[in-house]
Protein backbone atom coordinates (compact mmCIF):
# COMPACT_ATOMS: atom_id res chain seq x y z
CA UNK A 1 0.00 0.00 0.00
CA UNK A 2 1.07 3.48 -0.99
CA UNK A 3 -0.10 6.09 1.21
CA UNK A 4 -1.56 8.58 3.03
CA UNK A 5 -1.04 10.79 0.67
CA UNK A 6 -2.64 14.44 0.03
CA UNK A 7 -5.59 14.08 -2.27
CA UNK A 8 -4.04 15.73 -5.65
CA UNK A 9 -0.73 13.75 -5.27
CA UNK A 10 -0.38 10.79 -7.75
CA UNK A 11 2.32 8.94 -7.05
CA UNK A 12 4.42 7.65 -9.96
CA UNK A 13 5.12 4.02 -8.40
CA UNK A 14 1.03 3.00 -8.47
CA UNK A 15 -0.03 -0.07 -10.65
CA UNK A 16 -2.29 1.85 -12.58
CA UNK A 17 -1.91 2.22 -16.23
CA UNK A 18 -0.77 5.20 -17.65
CA UNK A 19 -4.36 5.72 -19.08
CA UNK A 20 -5.66 4.74 -15.66
CA UNK A 21 -3.30 7.67 -14.61
CA UNK A 22 -4.88 10.38 -16.91
CA UNK A 23 -7.88 9.18 -16.00
CA UNK A 24 -7.50 9.29 -12.07
CA UNK A 25 -5.70 13.09 -12.33
CA UNK A 26 -8.37 14.49 -14.66
CA UNK A 27 -10.91 13.24 -11.79
CA UNK A 28 -8.99 14.86 -8.91
CA UNK A 29 -8.55 18.30 -10.68
CA UNK A 30 -12.38 18.16 -11.67
CA UNK A 31 -13.69 17.27 -8.25
CA UNK A 32 -11.26 19.14 -5.68
CA UNK A 33 -11.23 17.12 -1.98
CA UNK A 34 -9.33 19.53 0.39
CA UNK A 35 -9.40 17.36 3.52
CA UNK A 36 -9.24 13.77 1.55
CA UNK A 37 -6.19 12.01 1.73
CA UNK A 38 -5.44 8.79 -0.67
CA UNK A 39 -3.92 5.57 -0.45
CA UNK A 40 -2.84 3.31 -3.84
CA UNK A 41 -2.68 -0.34 -4.35
CA UNK A 42 -4.65 -1.04 -0.80
CA UNK A 43 -3.86 -4.95 -0.53
CA UNK A 44 -6.72 -7.08 0.56
CA UNK A 45 -8.23 -10.20 0.29
CA UNK A 46 -5.81 -13.73 1.00
CA UNK A 47 -3.21 -15.02 -1.28
CA UNK A 48 -3.22 -17.69 -3.41
CA UNK A 49 -1.31 -20.74 -3.10
CA UNK A 50 1.17 -21.55 -0.58
CA UNK A 51 4.11 -19.32 0.51
CA UNK A 52 5.69 -22.32 2.52
CA UNK A 53 8.94 -23.30 1.70
CA UNK A 54 9.37 -20.34 -0.13
CA UNK A 55 12.95 -18.19 0.66
CA UNK A 56 12.14 -14.50 2.67
CA UNK A 57 12.34 -12.45 -0.33
CA UNK A 58 9.85 -14.70 -2.21
CA UNK A 59 7.35 -15.33 0.00
CA UNK A 60 7.15 -11.18 0.56
CA UNK A 61 6.70 -10.96 -2.95
CA UNK A 62 4.67 -14.28 -3.37
CA UNK A 63 2.54 -11.92 0.04
CA UNK A 64 1.84 -8.98 -2.34
CA UNK A 65 1.38 -10.33 -5.78
CA UNK A 66 -0.74 -12.84 -4.72
CA UNK A 67 -3.65 -10.38 -3.20
CA UNK A 68 -5.64 -7.78 -4.97
CA UNK A 69 -5.47 -4.46 -5.01
CA UNK A 70 -7.78 -1.61 -4.67
CA UNK A 71 -6.35 1.28 -7.09
CA UNK A 72 -7.61 4.06 -4.73
CA UNK A 73 -9.16 4.41 -1.13
CA UNK A 74 -10.22 7.87 -0.72
CA UNK A 75 -10.49 9.35 3.35
CA UNK A 76 -12.36 12.13 4.43
CA UNK A 77 -13.69 13.41 7.85
CA UNK A 78 -17.00 12.01 7.28
CA UNK A 79 -16.31 8.89 4.67
CA UNK A 80 -14.47 6.18 2.81
CA UNK A 81 -14.39 5.51 -0.84
CA UNK A 82 -13.61 2.46 -2.53
CA UNK A 83 -12.14 3.23 -6.07
CA UNK A 84 -11.89 1.36 -9.26
CA UNK A 85 -10.25 3.28 -12.08
CA UNK A 86 -10.68 2.04 -15.55
CA UNK A 87 -9.93 2.79 -18.98
CA UNK A 88 -13.60 1.49 -19.91
CA UNK A 89 -16.44 1.02 -17.32
CA UNK A 90 -17.57 -2.51 -17.65
CA UNK A 91 -19.03 -5.42 -15.50
CA UNK A 92 -15.57 -5.95 -14.80
CA UNK A 93 -15.24 -2.97 -12.73
CA UNK A 94 -18.66 -3.56 -11.56
CA UNK A 95 -17.39 -6.91 -10.21
CA UNK A 96 -14.05 -5.54 -8.25
CA UNK A 97 -15.38 -3.26 -6.89
CA UNK A 98 -18.16 -5.36 -4.98
CA UNK A 99 -15.56 -7.73 -3.97
CA UNK A 100 -12.96 -4.67 -3.19
CA UNK A 101 -15.82 -3.30 -0.56
CA UNK A 102 -16.71 -6.12 1.35
CA UNK A 103 -12.87 -7.33 1.99
CA UNK A 104 -11.82 -3.57 2.94
CA UNK A 105 -14.74 -3.52 5.37
CA UNK A 106 -13.89 -7.19 6.74
CA UNK A 107 -10.33 -6.27 7.11
CA UNK A 108 -9.98 -2.37 8.17
CA UNK A 109 -13.33 -2.60 10.36
CA UNK A 110 -14.22 0.90 9.30
CA UNK A 111 -16.95 2.88 10.77
CA UNK A 112 -17.77 5.58 8.71
CA UNK A 113 -20.12 5.43 5.07
CA UNK A 114 -18.09 3.24 2.47
CA UNK A 115 -19.01 4.73 -0.84
CA UNK A 116 -17.96 2.91 -4.18
CA UNK A 117 -17.27 5.09 -7.19
CA UNK A 118 -15.98 3.30 -10.50
CA UNK A 119 -14.21 6.61 -12.06
CA UNK A 120 -13.57 6.30 -16.35
CA UNK A 121 -13.28 7.86 -19.23
CA UNK A 122 -15.30 5.55 -21.40
CA UNK A 123 -18.95 4.48 -20.25
CA UNK A 124 -20.00 0.76 -21.14
CA UNK A 125 -23.43 0.30 -22.26
CA UNK A 126 -25.66 -0.77 -19.42
CA UNK A 127 -23.20 -0.22 -16.97
CA UNK A 128 -24.80 3.23 -15.63
CA UNK A 129 -28.06 1.23 -15.07
CA UNK A 130 -26.50 -1.25 -13.34
CA UNK A 131 -24.65 0.75 -11.12
CA UNK A 132 -27.45 3.25 -10.12
CA UNK A 133 -29.27 0.29 -9.42
CA UNK A 134 -26.48 -1.28 -6.71
CA UNK A 135 -25.51 1.93 -5.45
CA UNK A 136 -22.42 2.58 -7.07
CA UNK A 137 -21.50 6.01 -8.31
CA UNK A 138 -20.09 5.61 -12.05
CA UNK A 139 -18.00 8.96 -12.62
CA UNK A 140 -17.15 9.60 -16.14
CA UNK A 141 -14.28 12.09 -16.62
CA UNK A 142 -13.29 14.14 -20.03
CA UNK A 143 -9.62 13.95 -21.00
CA UNK A 144 -10.26 17.28 -22.91
CA UNK A 145 -9.69 18.93 -19.17
CA UNK A 146 -7.78 22.15 -19.05
CA UNK A 147 -4.31 21.71 -17.20
CA UNK A 148 -4.02 21.58 -13.36
CA UNK A 149 -4.55 25.45 -12.09
CA UNK A 150 -3.35 26.33 -8.36
CA UNK A 151 -6.66 25.59 -6.82
CA UNK A 152 -6.96 21.78 -7.76
CA UNK A 153 -3.58 21.20 -8.92
CA UNK A 154 -2.26 17.98 -9.37
CA UNK A 155 1.15 16.62 -8.11
CA UNK A 156 3.04 13.78 -9.91
CA UNK A 157 4.67 12.87 -6.38
CA UNK A 158 7.82 12.20 -8.70
CA UNK A 159 11.18 10.91 -7.05
CA UNK A 160 9.94 11.79 -3.97
CA UNK A 161 9.06 8.87 -2.34
CA UNK A 162 6.06 8.04 -1.23
CA UNK A 163 5.05 6.56 2.42
CA UNK A 164 4.83 2.55 1.60
CA UNK A 165 3.25 0.36 3.73
CA UNK A 166 2.44 3.41 6.50
CA UNK A 167 -0.67 1.58 7.84
CA UNK A 168 -4.14 2.36 7.80
CA UNK A 169 -5.06 5.77 8.72
CA UNK A 170 -6.03 6.23 12.77
CA UNK A 171 -9.60 7.31 12.00
CA UNK A 172 -10.22 4.13 9.05
CA UNK A 173 -8.35 1.56 11.68
CA UNK A 174 -10.42 2.88 14.81
CA UNK A 175 -13.87 3.89 12.82
CA UNK A 176 -13.42 7.74 14.39
Given at each position: MIGPVPYGVLPNTTHLSLREKA???????????PEAKCFYDVEVGS???SVEGLKPEWEKNARYLGKY??????????????????????????GEIWLYDDLL??????KKPVLNWI????EMPDIRRVCEKEGVELRV???LLSPPTKDAPVEDAGNKKP??????????ATGA
Open positions: IWAAFMRANPLIRGKIDVVVETPGWVCVIEVKGEATTKALREEWSIVTDEVSMKEDAGKSEAI
